[in-house]
Every structure is written in C-alpha cells, then in structure tokens.
C-alpha cells in the first residue's frame, strides 16, 4: 500500500485528551458537525474537498487566469474534461449540487421520476425541490453487508426495466459511481452497460453523478474480468460513454478543495442549462469557479486516474478495514474506496436504533481519540417525529470513515484502527442518545443531543 508520492508541506493536527474531548463535545450538543477543527485529531468527516494538493496542482494554480471571459484556464479545464468524458458540452459549477441543480432543472418537470442505484443527499434534495419524485432501486446484493459481491453498487436491473416499461413518466435514470449512499460500492460496467440500454430503448435519458469517476474504474480493473486489462483512464471514458451526460462534485475525483462540473450531449438541452449556469452560477466559461481553480481542477484529474495512485488508495481503504475488522469491529464488506462503512449495530447491541446506534459509536470514536466520522443510521435515515422519537428505523446502523486523498498516513490509519480496538474491549461503556432537538430539515447538520446512560 505504499503511497507513490511523499510529503513536501505539512500541517500539525491537534492532539487532545479524553476530559477535553467530553467538555466540548457535550458544548456542542453532541453533534460531531458542531465541533470545531482545533478539537478533531483525525478527520474523517468527509473525503470532499479535504485532499491534498499536489506540486503540479499548485503550480497549475499559480498559471491560472482570472480573464471573466474565455480564460485561458477555461480552456484547459475543458480539454481534460472532453478527453476523459467525450461529452460535447461542458460547463464548469461550484460544486456538484450545482451541476445537479442546473441539470434536473433544465431536464425535468414536477412529478417526474428519478430512478437510480442510490440517491445521493443533495440529488434527491434538488430533485425534491422540483416537485419530482426519488426512487431508490439499488440491487439486492446490496441488502447483505456481509458478502463479498464485488458490485454492490449495482442498480437493480430487474425493477429499472419494470418501472421503464410502466406507466410511469420516469424523466431520468441517474447512476452514482461509486455508490456513497449504498455502502460506497462500486458498479459493474455490465451494469452500467445493461442500464444504458434500457434507458435508450425507453428514450429516457441516462445520467452519471461521477463524483468518484476514477476510483469506480480502478475497482472494475480489479474485480471485472472483461476489464483486467484496461487501464481506470480507459474504463472511465467507456463509462461516461454510455451515458448521455454527468454531474460530478470535482471535490472528490478532482483532488481540489472546490469544484464541480456538468456535461451533456443534446445541444438544446446544453443552451438550457447553459442559460442557468450563467444566471445563477458566472459566465460560461467559469461558472463560479476561479481561473486557478479551473486548472488545478484539470492538473487533478489527469492525476487522479494514475494506478498506482488508486492501487495505494484502495489499498489503504483495505488496511483500514481490516484493521477494524482485527479490532472485532465488522463493516460492510468487500471495503470499497473511499470509505470504510462500520456495523455498528452489530458492535452494539445493548444499544437500540431509538438510542441511535450509530451515532453512539461515531460518538465514542471522538470521545476516545479525538476521530471525527459520519452516522448513517436512524439520526440520519430513519423516520423521526418533532419530539425527537424514532418511528421508523433505518435499515443499517453504520457509521462511515471517510478518508481524505493523499491526506493520513498508515500510522493515521492504524491509530483508528487501536481506537477502535479500545472501544470494542468496553462496548457497555458507550452510551446511547436522545434528541433534543430534531429538525425536519438536514437533521444531522442542526440536531441536538444528549447521553442516555
Ligand atoms: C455521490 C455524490 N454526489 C453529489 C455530491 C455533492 O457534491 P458537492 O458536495 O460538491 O455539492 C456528493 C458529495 O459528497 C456525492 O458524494
């Protein structure tokens, strides 16, 4: 798992104790998102926006070109961008929620469906927000944390071919690679493939959120028989080939700290959302980013498909989980790469989904050393009522490890992995949790908890 890069700059990370960790944790309501980054050791929050840059990127910022009108940058941005997708109209945006605000918008009518493996948060939250409706069909071997299925990503073709030939009015089929709502798993390009299809046969339009375009590639060459022999950069451009366009949120893929882009195929569709790109995000030529963004963006994504920088990086997802996994802590399995997803309902089970399992152990992990993660269980699934009680559970309690690229190293890892190992010798310790306060809206950005002992 050797990292083909080393360190040039670095950055001191806050070491504290355990009184210090339950003074501020209880300060900011119990709620990991409340906490500030002088009091987080180890961030795994999110693997968005939080790599490192490299030599080549800095120095691709530092040739930026802040012209409002045709920058050079642009230019550069959109070449790497057309020779890894082939979509004949690109456009720069902030950030994927942009890029998919812009697209659903220029695309769909209320009451519209949306099909796809998993919804992400934000997609299904600007879906929503047109008044159309999301469906989340992931394939059944996801239902099963324990299996080695090496595509768990999947879409389930079954129920995509049956809701393509019903009555409803399906206006888009969306296809997050890797899947991060579903456990982080990769999907097959026979699935891929197989989706495409169906979507041309019906007319309806086949879309990627590619956020984590390269890291799908790199995990079809390891576990795809008929792609052994290609490179990620290969099985990238033949994946964004069979659909009709993508959102992508460069914050992950790109290796920057802000970005995103849109890219689509029909002319009319692309002067719709060209119109809106420039209404609401800048010009065209780039849509609310910098010109020193634009390159570092294009520097990032000619790197981002190097193998032996994803063979380091799914190699390190692996040790993480394995070093879970020897500390007596399960996660959803085969580890994907971005992410490692622990079962933290099976750690826990004196704990109930209504004491928010997961976030009692994504809690204790801050507690004991100072590790910030993700709870996805019932705080941020589950159906929840204004008093802050639990109606439905969610159907897994996990908790996500989200790694940074190019950021921690293997002794970073493996001090997750011994933090985890002193919580799973004292699991009766780790108490549960009630809400406080449960608002309806983005739930686990504001709630408000306390210890249930
Ligand atoms: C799969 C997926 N789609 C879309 C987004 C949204 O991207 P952004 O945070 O850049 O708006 C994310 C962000 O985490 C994501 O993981």
Redo the contacts with the bound molecule.
């Keep these: 798992m050797m990292e083909p890069y080393r360190i040039k700059v670095v950055e001191p990370i806050p070491i504290t104790t355990r009184s210090y960790r339950e003074r501020v944790y209880g300060e900011a309501w119990y709620n990991q998102f409340n906490l500030t980054a002088d009091d987080v050791t180890i961030d795994l929050l ?4 939080t790599g490192a840059l490299s030599a080549e990127q800095q120095a691709a910022g530092m040739r930026g070109d802040e012209t409002y009108a045709g920058a050079r940058s642009f230019f550069r941005f959109r070449d790497v961008v057309e020779d890894l997708t082939g979509y004949s109209h690109i456009f720069p945006v902030h ?6 605000r812009i697209l659903f918008t220029a695309l769909l009518k209320p009451g519209q469906i949306s099909l796809g493996n998993t919804h ?4 299904r939250a600007n879906l929503e927000l047109l008044g159309c409706v999301v469906r989340d069909i992931p394939c059944q071997e996801a239902k099963n944390l324990d299996s080695d299925d090496p595509f768990k990503g999947d879409i389930d073709l079954v129920a995509l071919k049956k809701a393509l030939k019903g009555p409803d009015d399906v206006g888009i089929v969306l296809m ?1 690679i ?4 579903g456990g982080g798993q990769p999907v097959s390009m026979a699935n891929l493939k197989a989706a495409s299809k169906l979507c041309r046969k019906h007319g309806v339009p086949f879309i990627l ?1 590619a ?2 375009f390269a890291e799908n590639a790199w995990l079809v060459t390891q576990r795809e028989e008929a792609f052994r022999d290609h490179t990620p950069l290969e099985v990238a451009r033949l994946a964004f080939g069979l659909a009709d366009g993508c ?6 893929d790109g290796i920057v700290h ?3 882009m849109l890219g689509v195929n029909d002319p009319e569709l692309a002067k719709r959302c060209e119109l809106l790109l420039m209404a609401t995000e800048g010009f065209r030529t780039y849509g609310g980013l910098s010109g020193r963004d634009l390159d570092m963006i294009a520097q990032g994504l000619l790197e981002v498909t190097d193998p032996e920088y994803l063979r380091a990086r799914a190699a390190a997802t692996e040790y993480l989980a394995e070093c879970a996994r020897q500390a007596g802590v399960d996660s959803v399995r085969p580890a994907g790469i971005h992410a490692v997803y622990l079962n933290a309902g099976r750690l826990l089970p004196h704990i109930p989904p209504s004491r928010f399992t997961g976030h009692a152990l994504a809690s204790e992990l801050y507690l004991a050393g100072g590790i910030r993660c993700a709870e996805l269980g019932s705080l941020y699934l589950g159906e929840i009522t204004e008093s802050g009680e639990l109606i439905t559970p969610a159907p897994f309690e996990l908790v996500r490890l989200a790694i940074p690229r190019r950021v921690y190293t293997k002794s970073h890892l493996e001090y997750v992995g011994e933090t985890l190992a002193e919580i799973a010798k004292n699991v009766e310790k780790v108490p549960g949790y009630r809400l406080v306060e449960a608002p309806a809206i983005l739930r686990p950005f504001r709630a408000r908890l306390e210890q249930v002992r």
Aim: aromatic share 4%; no cysteine.
């Design positions: 999110s693997d968005s926006g950030q994927g929620r942009a890029a998919e992400f948060d934000t997609t997050t890797t899947n991060n709502g959120d956020a984590r959102v992508a949120s460069l914050k992950k802000m970005g995103g």
